[in-house]
């Protein structure tokens, strides 16, 4: 009984955090949102379709890298929890797999070096417009747009995991799930 209580105020944290994180990419939102106004009133069309597309392939890349990173790991956890009676075949598919989603991982790391020597350029020209406080904005805008992303997805792995945990160790000692949080 302890240790689902602990699992349950665990989750209650998590959760609590997870709202938090959602008011700091808001709050983010809403100054990339500002950086963009700004750009837009004061770079050309073309430029301004530039910093859109880089904003928008950020996220993209972001959450590519983190998803092919994810799904890598949890086939690697399948290929070594296997046990002595599975078949040949599962054991050829789960190895396929793997080596399909890393070299699907390594294509994703080099579009995200792309990405980042598209920052580059796109941060000069920003810099053409924005001055200091404007220009730390969308700096700082730009650093916790992926930092945001990948603190968001490691809070729901961590929430889904306890949730699992939660109604595992519900199952095993017979109780019903009560409604797990989330």
């Known amino acids: 009984m302890q240790l689902i209580e602990s699992l349950s105020r665990k989750l209650s944290v998590l959760q609590e955090a997870q709202r938090g994180l959602q008011e700091d990419i808001s709050a983010n939102g809403a100054l990339g949102e500002d950086v ?5 009133a004061l770079c050309t069309p073309g430029e301004f379709d530039k910093y859109r597309l880089f904003v928008g392939d950020l996220d993209k890349v972001v959450n590519l890298l983190l998803s092919l990173s994810g799904r890598l790991a949890r086939v690697e956890n399948a290929l070594n929890s296997l046990g002595p009676h599975t078949s040949a075949e599962d054991k050829v598919a789960l190895r396929e797999k793997k080596r ?6 390594e294509d994703a790391k080099e579009l995200k070096e792309h990405v980042g020597r598209r920052e580059k350029a796109v941060g000069a020209m920003v810099a053409r417009y924005l001055r200091d406080e404007h220009l730390q904005d969308y700096q700082h805008f730009v650093k916790m747009k992926s930092a ?3 603190e968001q997805r490691e809070l729901e792995e961590k929430i889904k995991l306890g949730q699992e945990q939660l109604r595992c160790l519900q199952e095993s000692l017979g109780q019903a799930p009560r409604s797990v949080p989330g």
Request: no cysteine; aromatic share 0%; net charge positive.
């Open 36 to 40: 963009a106004a700004r750009l837009q």
């Open 100 to 105: 399909q989603l890393a070299a699907q991982l």
């Open 148 to 150: 945001l992303i990948t």
